[in-house]
């Protein structure tokens, strides 16, 4: 399957269901002409879907760390919360729990997270949780300002 595309691991079947679950890719998984054995190319999927695809591969291979760059910036508003949700999932679940690094300009995406680190010019500048930064009124409280601004 797609899924398990570069993976080295043994997996069986159910190991690539239940990552699929988790990234919330499952049930469009199972309406595609063949499930889990359709062959897909880059016209078949949403942005979205495919997103949620290279979370099941990430939550597949068990890593402790998991780095996204960007995972949300080009996916209209219904992918984005999907994609969110999963992030809140690998969180919490004690089975998919991990550190999981959130690299984002759509400071919506990062708005859950324990702990924000807010770069500038390459330097740390400020890090705390969205509502101690935007407590602080610096950089980070700017920015969700001018992207709030920007939405309305």
């Known amino acids: 399957s797609n899924i398990k595309y570069g993976c080295t691991c043994d997996t069986r079947q159910e190991d690539v269901e239940w990552a699929a679950k988790q990234a919330h890719a499952h049930d469009f998984i199972s309406l595609l002409p063949n499930g889990y054995k359709t062959l897909v190319d880059d016209d078949l999927l949403s942005g979205g ?22 995972a ?17 999932a690998l969180r919490r679940e004690s089975r998919t729990k991990r550190t999981v690094i ?14 924000i680190v807010v770069m500038d010019g390459g330097q740390i500048v400020e890090m705390g949780s ?3 930064l935007l407590q602080k009124d610096g950089l980070y409280a700017r920015l969700t300002r001018r992207q709030a601004d920007a939405v309305a």
């Open 49 to 70: 879907q495919k997103q949620r695809i290279a979370i099941a591969r990430a939550i597949l291979r068990d890593r402790s760390i998991l780095i996204l760059d960007e």
């Open 72 to 88: 949300t910036s080009a996916l209209d508003a219904e992918s984005e919360h999907n994609v969110k949700g999963v992030l809140r």
């Open 102 to 115: 959130v690299i984002a300009h759509r400071l919506s995406t990062i708005q859950a997270a324990d702990r």
């Open 130 to 132: 969205h509502g101690e």
